[in-house]
């Protein structure tokens, strides 16, 4: 294992970002010392990257704290409107995207210990997304406010609080859904998001007119490109794979100097060589070397466990935003363990295997 990813792996052991309920916080704040509130993302977020650093070190205590995370979220899931919220307190709504990540993070759990309390409440969720978020442009609701579960208003000027191409990342906990437990209706709700989002996706970037806007939206547009994995042979989403890696590698570039995102350049670099992987769009070596010197910038070195490994979430031209982000730290430890694999020849990564 490099030093980069030991390093990783022990700020989620001791950096105090993962609560002892096992709920893990949205970021640290460096500059206020202070965890922000925990979140069901971030948790769902935290147990799929627990279980992938356990996968490559085997040490216990990452996959007792992925239990720890997972038994969060199933306690989280209120049976009694169906809903699993995004905060617990107030537990005012909930999001379809974060059930998404949810339902990959308690799969990833199911599977590494066999225990079916994961699998069971993940397929509760994932029939609730079905359910409750569905459009009628055929897309899904963002949020939907609790407990009624009435839409919240849309914002164009949001991409978060709007449908689009994003959700499809979401959406891929049907597929892994339809592994899981062989029903048919959840490949098939996968397959309608997949045709959604292709029809949609060309209007996503630039889709804002201020440049720090546009690289936040190369975050989205990423998990789009994340999302068409499972058919990413077929020909529609091979065509949009390789335009789309080459849409956010300009848009970033371009941007960078002004404003980058360490997410953006984890998530873009993960993609070229699953894309490569699946011989669908050849990773361009250079761009992606430099997108890997540039993550490693991003890093934290300090005596202080709170920090110490941990990956800041951006940069404002050369000065680095006060944010220990467990989701950038999590993009970007795979990022680079697939990078150091690719350059090494190891064996090609597996679908299953990418981080939510």
Known sequence: MSPQLSRAAQWWLHSGIQLPSGGVARYYRSDLQRNHSVSTEITGYAVSTLVYLHSLT???????????????LVNAWDSTISAIPFELDPADATYYFDCGIIVRGLLAAWRATGAYQFRETAAAIGSGMLRDFSAADGGFHPILGLP???????DADRWSRCPGCYQLKSAMAWYDLGE??????FRSAYEDAVQFALRTCGSFLPGHSESAKVMDRLHAYAYFLEGLLPLATRPDCARALDHGIARVAEFLRQIAPEFERSDVYAQLLRIRIYADSAGVAPLDRAAAEWEAARLAEFQAESPDPRIAGGFYFGRRASDRMPYLNPVSTAFALQALALWDDFRHGA???TRRDLLI
């Open 58 to 72: 085997g040490d216990p205590q990452l996959l007792e704290r992925a239990r720890s995370a997972a038994c969060f």
């Open 148 to 154: 009624a579960k009435t839409p919240a208003p849309r």
């Open 180 to 185: 899981a437990t062989g029903a048919i209706e």
């Open 347 to 349: 064996k090609k990564p």
